[in-house]
């Protein structure tokens, strides 16, 4: 046995994948257009989103959907957005690239945001919700979605994990102001790196693609294939950022997307395997009703959390953890007593391994190691615990 069973291991169809940046090296166009331009097209296509700009991250393009909505709200500096301890940091490093204060509410059952703990963080100042579907999961979002329409709020979904998630049926996405994607190395649809903003607004899809490019109102592509003189001769509206992505991402994600819902299939199974194989006592974090979850994540809840991660990593099992609540961290720390919830999760949570190279024998033997461990706990050692902590 050599690596042992990772918690994340990306899956490319190589040849498909070479074959998609060969063209793009033949025709001499690696950059933006051309296949970004395909890849938004498909992605349209695939989750019946009205609008989708292809950018470099997620974290950009959650940064362009703060920046953009606080702009047409005419939002001030110190206003608020209210937003989830348990993320990725990403999520609430974009609420402060725009100079807006981040007020945590707790997290519910599923981990995500609890509306009702949303509706007790509302002040004057409030502006949006920004809302993250833990592992594929929807939580309460159709809730969330009733209150924001309700106090009329701006719902800004962070579904770096939701590729592929329906809710009842349809892919998610359709109800949110602005949502966004992830194609990180490690997320369900892998590019490398990549992300995908949809807002629902055509208007200000047509803004983002001048934002994400520095602020020049006119993409290359279009530029070389229009005819006539002056087409170089574009107008640059604002300091707008260098966030777009590039053909030979797209190309990943352009093989990647004819693949996603049979892997996210696979990852249901996988699931599945663990719900029936784990110890009854062993408590797991529940798919919401009506959700069809890409489960980019299984998530169990511990006591001695450390230990069992030790105990796992002795036996070559290399779960993680997602996420340390946000207000752990020295800059999110002032509001580290209004999310209990959340903070207990934060020591309790394991993230159990889940990629398409995980067999029904790897999760026998991750089940039969955490059950066995269940009845007896393990001694506490002094080494760190191998934890992917980071995305
Ligand atoms: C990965 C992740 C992000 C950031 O995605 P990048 O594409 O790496 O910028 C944002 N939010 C959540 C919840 C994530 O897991």
Redesign the pocket.
């Known amino acids: 046995m050599s690596e042992g069973i990772q918690l994340f291991i990306p899956k490319y169809r190589i040849d498909e994948c070479l074959a998609e940046i060969k063209e793009c090296l033949e025709k001499g166009w690696t950059g933006v257009g051309f296949k970004t331009i395909e890849f938004e097209k498909e992605w349209m296509k695939y989750t019946g989103l009205p609008c989708a700009h292809f950018v470099a991250?997620?974290?950009a393009g959650?940064h362009l959907a703060v920046r953009l909505l606080k702009e047409q709200g005419g939002w001030e500096d110190g206003d608020e957005i209210i937003s989830t301890p348990l993320?990725?940091v990403?999520?609430n490093h974009a609420i402060l690239y725009e100079n807006l204060n981040v007020v945590f509410a707790d997290v519910d059952k599923y981990l995500c945001l609890d509306p009702k703990s949303i509706e007790s963080r509302i002040t004057p100042k409030t502006r949006a919700v920004l809302f993250?579907g833990l592992g594929g999961n929807t939580g309460q979002l159709a809730e969330v979605v009733k209150l924001c329409k309700k106090r009329n709020l701006k719902l800004i979904l962070?579904a770096?994990?939701m590729a592929g998630t329906r809710f009842n049926g349809r892919h998610v996405g359709y109800d949110a102001d602005v949502t966004v994607f992830?194609?990180?190395a490690v997320?369900n649809l892998p590019t490398a790196?990549g992300?995908m903003i949809c807002f629902n607004e055509p208007e200000l899809d047509k803004e983002v693609r001048k934002w994400s490019w520095l602020g020049i109102n006119k993409d290359t592509f279009s530029r070389t294939v229009s005819q006539g003189a002056y087409k170089w001769h574009y107008e640059v509206e604002s300091a707008g950022f260098k966030y777009h992505g590039n053909s030979i991402m797209a190309s990943l994600g352009l093989v990647g997307l004819k693949y996603l819902d049979a892997d996210n299939s696979y990852r249901r199974q996988l699931a599945a395997w663990y719900d029936e194989l784990l110890a009854e006592q062993i408590e797991r974090v529940p798919v919401a009703p009506g959700c069809e979850s890409s489960r980019h994540l299984y998530q169990i809840l511990v006591d001695d959390r450390d230990e069992v991660m030790l105990a796992l990593n002795d036996c070559k099992i290399y779960p993680g953890v997602h996420y340390r609540v946000n207000t752990a961290y020295e800059m999110y720390a002032h509001a580290a007593d209004s999310v209990p919830r959340a903070s207990v999760a934060s020591e309790r949570i394991i993230s159990l391994p889940m990629h398409m190279g995980v067999t029904r024998l790897d999760v026998e033997r991750i089940c039969s190691t955490l059950n066995e461990m269940s009845k007896v706990k393990p001694k506490a050692k002094k080494t760190e615990p191998v934890a992917r902590v980071a995305?």
Do not use: Q
């Open positions: 991250s997620a974290t959650l993320t990725f990403s999520s993250v962070d770096a994990h992830s194609f990180h997320k790196d992300g995305t």
